[in-house]
């Protein structure tokens, strides 16, 4: 069966900490793994991996995919309260190319 | 920029209504999906379409079906509330093959 599990499912630092964010996953035939950020309403993306060791960043924000033991990190550095989020994983499942299978979801908490 | 809006926000519905949620999508994606999110569980596929009037079931159909009458409208239907049904339900599209989901605001259901 097709899994994606996250962790940890909360967590609370304070600004200008730096967070790392953790996503495995067991998919079959794996194509690609998919980070969103959702706030208070939709989850909008952040990054797409289908390669491994290569990290994507976009501005303090920055992930990185180990297709050997099968998972992927967020990273976020020198924090700030906007980043309070859940942050989402999903991987396409083996059977269905165009869905995508989420993680349950972190949720990030910055304290001023 | 993909939009996606979903027909209401906030829904207060009793036990054994009939619920209708609507989204609409402006980018002539074929790609429509329906997802419940509940704490802890992450995002859970209900229904998706890959083209008007094809439906498949995701991974939780039980007590919802879906139209897609036309290409850019995705409805979800209830057909007798329950209070397990008390949820946020998320739209989502897709272009073709392509993994990217673009997301609607969400609309949170209490069914009382």
């Known amino acids: 069966e097709d899994k994606v599990v996250q962790s940890p499912l909360s967590l609370v630092v304070h600004e200008g900490d730096t967070v790392t964010l953790n996503c495995s996953y067991e998919?079959?035939?794996?194509?690609?793994l998919l980070w969103y950020k959702q706030e208070k309403k939709a989850p909008t993306f952040l990054f797409m991996l289908?390669?491994?060791?290569i990290e994507k960043k976009s501005g303090r924000l920055s992930s990185i995919l180990d297709k050997k033991e099968l998972f992927s990190i967020l990273n976020i550095t020198a924090t700030q309260t906007g980043d309070s989020a859940i942050y989402l994983c999903?991987?396409?499942?083996?059977?269905?190319?165009?869905?995508?299978?989420f993680g349950q979801g972190t949720r990030l908490t910055i304290n001023p | 920029d993909v939009k996606v809006t979903q027909s209401s926000r906030y829904l207060v519905k009793r036990t054994g209504e009939k619920v209708f949620l609507e989204c609409v999508q402006d980018?002539?994606?074929?790609?429509m999906f329906w997802y419940r999110q509940d704490p802890g569980l992450g995002l859970r596929l209900i229904y998706f379409?890959?083209?008007?009037?094809?439906?498949e079931k995701g991974d939780i159909p039980e007590g919802y079906s879906v139209s897609r009458e036309k290409k850019e409208r995705f409805s979800l239907i209830l057909e007798s509330a329950s209070t397990n049904q008390t949820s946020m339900y998320l739209c989502?599209?897709?272009?073709?093959?392509?993994?990217?989901?673009?997301f609607g605001p969400g609309t949170r259901l209490t069914v009382t």
């Open positions: 989502a599209s897709s272009l073709g093959i392509g993994l990217k989901q673009y």
């Open positions: 998919v079959t035939n794996f194509r690609s």
């Open positions: 289908t390669s491994s060791g």
């Open positions: 999903a991987a396409p499942p083996t059977q269905g190319a165009q869905k995508l299978v």
């Open positions: 980018m002539d994606h074929e790609n």
């Open positions: 379409s890959y083209d008007v009037k094809m439906k």
